[in-house]
């Protein structure tokens, strides 16, 4: 089954403590994202990859940090959480920059 | 100012009704996308809109791009329709993904 997973789907954590949130698909798609969705805010972005070993900021970078060693694989990692990165995060992909977008589930992040 | 913006921020219909919800945007755009967030949480790509006019099922996604609008529809609403919906734009020459609307809270009543 085509698909995008993210592991954990529910995170609680203290601040300073190093995470992180993988994302990975089987669909080969080259494009990956990370979103975080907050009240009022609605989505936005905080990195993308067009390919392996291309990443590049988005909307809301500070804080977090990404990897793409693997086409499939697009980490997320926080090196030293705060309480005002608890967010739900969503992790999507696309074969083609402009092509349908497929979403993972989300991860609901609290930070302590 | 927001770049996207969705009206209106509330529905609630009656089952069987003919839904309308708008997104305008200010800015050149390569696509326009309507996502449905579900109730538990989880967001799935309804329609990717360059021109004109597409149809699944009950569903149909309009754009003008002169007008810098477009329109979701739904046709003979259900409950199960109940969700968030959003629109979403690729900025023209960008290479970064999307730019969210604040979504719509859609609530079909039985």
């Known amino acids: 089954e085509a698909q995008v997973t993210q592991n954990p789907r529910y995170l609680i954590t203290v601040t300073g403590k190093k995470l992180t949130v993988t994302c990975s698909q089987n669909m080969n798609h080259e494009y990956m994202s990370w979103y975080r969705q907050d009240p009022g805010l609605g989505l936005r972005q905080i990195y993308y990859?067009?390919?392996?070993?291309?990443?590049d900021k988005g909307d809301v970078p500070e804080g977090y940090k990404v990897s793409r060693k693997e086409k499939r694989n697009f980490p997320l990692i926080l090196e030293s959480p705060s309480p005002n990165q608890t967010s739900l995060y969503f992790c999507a992909s696309s074969l083609i920059l402009a092509g349908e977008q497929f979403f993972g589930p989300g991860t609901r992040l609290t930070v302590l | 100012k927001n770049e996207v913006e969705q009206s209106p921020q509330n529905l609630t219909a009656q089952e069987g009704e003919f839904i309308t919800i708008n997104c305008s945007y200010s800015?050149?755009?390569?696509?326009l996308h309507w996502l449905q967030q579900h109730p538990g949480g989880g967001i799935v790509s309804l329609f990717m809109?360059?021109?004109g006019k597409k149809k699944h099922g009950r569903l149909i996604a309009t754009i003008n791009i002169q007008e810098k609008h477009s329109s979701l529809h739904i046709t003979a609403s259900h409950p199960r329709d109940s969700a968030v919906y959003i629109c979403?734009?690729?900025?023209?020459?960008?290479?970064?993904?999307?730019?969210f609307g604040s979504g719509t809270q859609l609530t079909v009543l039985p």
């Open positions: 979403a734009v690729r900025l023209s020459g960008s290479a970064r993904q999307l730019t």
């Open positions: 800015v050149g755009i390569s696509a």
């Open positions: 990859s067009m390919n392996v070993e291309v990443t």
């Open positions: 809109l360059s021109s």
